[in-house]
C-alpha cells in the first residue's frame, strides 16, 4: 500500500501533449478504488467464491457513485500451478472477472502484489513474473483495451537497484505489449512504488503507458506507524491533521509513556503537516511527469479508520485535493480495507458507501 480533476476539459487540455494515451482512456482513470482482497488473500479460494467475491450490485454502485475505475490487486501465488507455472484455469476465472466489472462500465487496471516474492535476488521469480504476464495478457485480449489498464508489478522494492528494476520492468513490457499492442500499460518506480522511485525512473520509449505512484505520507499517520508496530499505535491514532502548532501533538504525547513513540509524535508534529506540505509533495512528481510529458496515476492513498472521522477525512479530502490540483488520477485503498471503505463479501446484499468519505472524495451518489 503506500491521484482526477475538477473538470473533464482540464484534463483532456492537461494530457494534449500525451496524444498516444488515448484521452478517454485518461478521463476513465480519474477516480478510483482498489479491490485489495478479492484475488489477493481471498477469504476463500473456491472457484465460486473467486468468481463472485465483489457482486454485480456492488460494482453498480460504485458506479452510481462516480468512480471510473477499480485496480484489482492480485496475488501471483494464487495464479500458478503447483508446478510453478501459470495456471489456466485460475487465469480464465481472473479474466472472467476483469470482463464482469467492466461490464458495469468501471475500467481495470490489473497487476501483482507478492507476497512471498523475493525477486531482487530470484531469477526463478522473474521468470514466472513475465511468464505470468504472457498468459494474462493472452486472456486480456479479447477485453476492451480501452478499459484494461495491465499493471507491471505493485511496489518492487529493489532497493538501491534502479537499473535491474528497470530492465526487468522493459521486458514485462514487451511482454505485455507482445500481447497486448494497443494497452495502456502502468508502469512504476522502485522503492515500493513511492515518489522517490518515481523521479529516479528512466521513462520508456513507448508513449502508451502511464507512470503510478503511492502515496500515504506521512506513514505515522495515515497507517499509525504500521512499518513499527513496537510504537504506541493508540497513541499516534490522537495525531492531528493539519498540525495547527507545537502544542497540537499534546494529546497524543500524553497518552502513552513510550518514550521512543513520544518523540516519534514530537518529531511528526515539528514537520508540520498540513495541506501544502501534502501539496508540494503532489507537485515534485507532476513536475516529473510534466517535463517527461507522461501521465500519472496515484495507484494508492488511504488513511487508517482508527484516526478519529475529522483527522482521516481531512487528510484523504486534501491528499485528493492536491493531486487533483496537478491533474491526477487517483485510485483509493481500498473497498475492501481499513484504509477505505472496509467493504467485505456482502453476499449480493448492498453495502452503503460511506457518505462521509465519498464526500472527501469529492463523490456521491448519482441517481
Known amino acids: 500500500m503506500l491521484r482526477c480533476l475538477l473538470l473533464i476539459c482540464g484534463l483532456t487540455f492537461s494530457f494534449a501533449a500525451f496524444a498516444q494515451v488515448p484521452s478517454d482512456r485518461l478521463r476513465s482513470l480519474e477516480h478510483g478504488v482498489n479491490f485489495t482482497n478479492w484475488f489477493r488473500f481471498p477469504a476463500r479460494q473456491d472457484d465460486d467464491y473467486l468468481r463472485n467475491d465483489i457482486d454485480d450490485v456492488s460494482l453498480s454502485e460504485l458506479h452510481r457513485a462516480g468512480f471510473g475505475f477499480v485496480r484489482v490487486a492480485v496475488q501471483p501465488e494464487l495464479m500458478l500451478d503447483s508446478n510453478g507455472r501459470p495456471d489456466p484455469h485460475r487465469l480464465a476465472i481472473l479474466a472472467g472477472a476483469i470482463g464482469r466489472i467492466e461490464r458495469h462500465g468501471l475500467a481495470v487496471v490489473v497487476?501483482?502484489?507478492p507476497q512471498t516474492w523475493d525477486l531482487e535476488d530470484s531469477p526463478d521469480q522473474r521468470r514466472q513474473l513475465q511468464e505470468l504476464w504472457t498468459a494474462l495478457a493472452q486472456r486480456l485480449r479479447p477485453l476492451p483495451a480501452a478499459m484494461t489498464f495491465p499493471e507491471v508489478l505493485n511496489e518492487p522494492v529493489f532497493q538501491g537497484q534502479e537499473p535491474a528494476w528497470e530492465t526487468?520492468?522493459?521486458?514485462?513490457?514487451?511482454r505485455i505489449r507482445a500481447q497486448?499492442?494497443?494497452a495502456t500499460v502502468v508502469l512504476t518506480g522502485n522503492h515500493w512504488g513511492a515518489i522517490d522511485g518515481l523521479l529516479a525512473l528512466h521513462p520508456v520509449a513507448d508513449r502508451n503507458v502511464i507512470y503510478s505512484f503511492h502515496i500515504y505520507d506521512p506513514p505515522v499517520l495515515t497507517t499509525l506507524a504500521s512499518f513499527d508496530p513496537s510504537l504506541q499505535s493508540d497513541a499516534l491514532a490522537r495525531l492531528p491533521f493539519p498540525v495547527s502548532g507545537p502544542r497540537s501533538c499534546d494529546a497524543a504525547a500524553e497518552a502513552t509513556r513510550d518514550k521512543r513513540t513520544i518523540d516519534v509524535i514530537r518529531f511528526y508534529c515539528s514537520e508540520?503537516?498540513?495541506?501544502a506540505k501534502l501539496q508540494g509533495m503532489v507537485t515534485n512528481a507532476a513536475d516529473w511527469g510534466r517535463?517527461?510529458?507522461?501521465a500519472l496515476l496515484a495507484g494508492e492513498f488511504g488513511a487508517s479508520d482508527r484516526l478519529p472521522p475529522l483527522t482521516r477525512l481531512g487528510w484523504i479530502g486534501t491528499m485528493r485535493s492536491a493531486l487533483e490540483n496537478d491533474r491526477i488520477g487517483w485510485a483509493l485503498w481500498g473497498y475492501d480495507d481499513s484504509?477505505?471503505?472496509?467493504?467485505?463479501n456482502t453476499g449480493g446484499i448492498p453495502a452503503p458507501l460511506n457518505p462521509a468519505l465519498l464526500q472527501a472524495l469529492g463523490l456521491g451518489q448519482h441517481g
Not at 168 to 174: D, E, N
Not at 272 to 275: E, K
Open 272 to 275: 508540520q503537516w498540513n495541506a
Open 168 to 174: 526487468l520492468q522493459r521486458a514485462v513490457l514487451a
Open 111 to 113: 497487476g501483482w502484489h
Open 291 to 294: 517535463r517527461n510529458q507522461v
Open 339 to 344: 484504509m477505505g471503505f472496509d467493504i467485505h
Open 180 to 182: 497486448l499492442p494497443d
